[in-house]
């Protein structure tokens, strides 16, 4: 096989001896910060010279004989300058430090003991050879010129078409457009075969992201802190997130807690998070909890800054702010930067170092398991390998919501593939975990960007769930502060399995998805982060508080009674009060790449969280017992008929063509009156337009009177346009048609049409479900079982329900 990496098993540390580092003393300091003097106490080294040009791998393992691993930490250096070449900083002693390395360079491998037993953890090291190029033995790949390009796509047809073609569509975009990554001449070809109009954004995106680096050490050279809570004026590598995050905890027990989550990486790292709550460790105290989590997407950086700056600023607030520490104190907080560390590390250590012309791999979204790979793109670690940037699953279209649907691709080197099944994944199943676990009743899922709070359904087929008010005015009042749109995501286009899609309808639990910023993936660390963040210009929230205060809105409503369920009574102290539901997700009919559709699968959740009484009344913040999935779907009862439909005339005359507007404004028009209550109730419109031939090009826009486009269709290569506006405000309104193409220029094509009305969709409501309570005795006997229904906002008194189950349930069901 022509691979792309040689491994070298010659080049792993020399003996079994050589392999253990050892050190009696436990310090704990950073590893990378600095390469420390031989025989400095808390750590050990070893000296190694690189034998490749390509990767070096250290990687450290607890020792067999130790019986708990305690942490270690491991940095490696470049023996010359003393610059850090690679450093993994996790919570236990599975670290794997990873980087480019020149042949002949010499280097320091540097372990350090932070905490624990452990005097001892076995160490290993591989040089892994990367052809000069970075690309496969033989003929080198042609170098590829990256670009960010934006696509003209009036419709949401025109939208979920585009997403159809398997391009690396962004989520910034309005009515009429929206913004693509072109990677290579590939994608170049695929978008020039569509049809699809566009004009080129950013022209190299590889220049642009050698500017943001230099840009960014500009800043950090001239701020000595910035305004964020940790002062921070560079982005973080992953080892910073995982150091911060377990020194955030040694320097405030009590209030803060590091913990490594349950399922490790396919490269097998350690995903770590962080929970702040006043007596952090008893986290069956009953307080409703908010989740925050960033990096999803590996090239997404700020999103996980603006995670960890919220748990600094939590931590510091907690002490010097009185209204976070009322905050705090009512809740429990939890945060996990990096959802996705294996694709962050590839994507934040690629440039310059990596070869960005050719494997892009700073721009890489997926995570990186090779499993669902063709064997020729399965080999090599995720750094380098023959599939480049593109091998790995979506984890933001592998959750079980509708999970296989549109939206999301079945091919593996697609940005959004949608993995070998729902909750395929690592990083899927560990924010699984949590949300399962714990009453989490407020999840944000920060992502970049686009200036967007986006709350479900993701899929416009899928009806707003009965919540839909509350739901709608909390993202509405976070968007009031960062400045963003808040909409339902599906509003953009249609997307299955991501986050808040099956957190939300399987728990009820709040979830928004925040597209932090206007521009780029990760722009430069002042503008994506600081200015994002503290709401400073040149960010959408400039002067409303930014992400900041919309997160603290995120917390406030988390300790607010109305916006959850809440269950009280009393029991003795030390019984272990459980909640259990269990209940099948359903997929979407699962797509298939033929394009037909397989049924959908059905994925057993189980939430199950537990409280320990303190003795005497306990109040149990909770999720509601039906889940919205069940619950029904918002809607409106008509208060009167649809208006009737109305007939269009083509006006007389036909306009020249015309493929630069609403620059030129050449064109035709026709106007139509909507009629309200009392005389009808719309719940929507539609304009219509036909013509005979796909070679015609017809655009349609839509005015109100004030002169603001409404809705717009503007496809090429069909015969046909449709432009719907929802709920549509009484008032003129005003179509106007652009002759873009005709096929027979000798001919004219033109176009009938006309406007049709249709009645709102009134709510549906279901069944209630229950919520199964138990209690269990110190001595672990069940002791008392109850069926508990709370919906939102409501409170509901469970008795004595470890003394006097049975009667206690009388009583309830009696009132
Ligand atoms: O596509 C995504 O996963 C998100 N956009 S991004 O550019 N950050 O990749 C948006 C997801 C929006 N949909 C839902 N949250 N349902
Ligand atoms: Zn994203």
Redesign the pocket.
Known sequence: MAGLLITLPGATTAGAAENVVRTDQSVPRSCFAALLPKNTAGTDRRELTSTVDGLVQARLAPSSDTRQEGDWDIAVFDKDTGAVVAASAALRTHEMAESFVKKGQKLVLQACRYAGPARTAVLGVDFLALSPQGTPTGTPAAAQKAQMVRVQTPAKQDKDRLLGLGLDV??KGDATSLDVVVANDTDRKTLADSGFKSSVVTADLSAKSVENAKTDKAYAATTASSVLPSGRTSYRHLYDYEYEIKELARKNPGLVSAFTLPYPTWEGRDVVGIEIATDVANVKDGKPVDFTMGV??AR?WPAGEHAMEWAYELTNGYRKDPAIRGLVGKTRNIVVPIVNPDGFEISREAEPKGDFSRFDYEMK?KNCNVADSPAAFATGVCKANPGGRERGT?P??NYAGFWGGGGASTVWRND?FRGAGPFSEPETQNVRSIVSARQVTNLITL????NLV?R?P?VAAVRPPLDEPAYKALGDKMASRNGYVSEP?WALYD?TG????WSYWATGGWGF?F?IGNVEFHPPFQTGVVAEYAGLAPAAGAGKGGNRQGFLDMLANAADPAAHSTLIGSAPKGYELKLHKTFQTPTSPVLQPDGSTKPPIYVTDQLDSKLTTTGGRFAWSVNPSTRPYVAGRYGRDPQGPAQPGVAVANPAGFPAVNTNYPVDQTSESFTFHVDGLPKVDNGKFSVDVAWASPDTDWDLYVYDAAGNLVTSSANGGTTSEHATLFDPPAGDYKAVMVNYAQADPAKQDDWTGGVSFASPIPPTYGPKEAYQLTCTSPRGQLVGVADVYADRGQTVDVGEVCTRSARANKERNAR
């Open positions: 962004t989520e999803h997407h997404e979204r979506d933001n279209r959004t992502h970049t960007f686009s986006l479900v993701g995501s997307t991501s986050t808040e899609d998805t597209e």
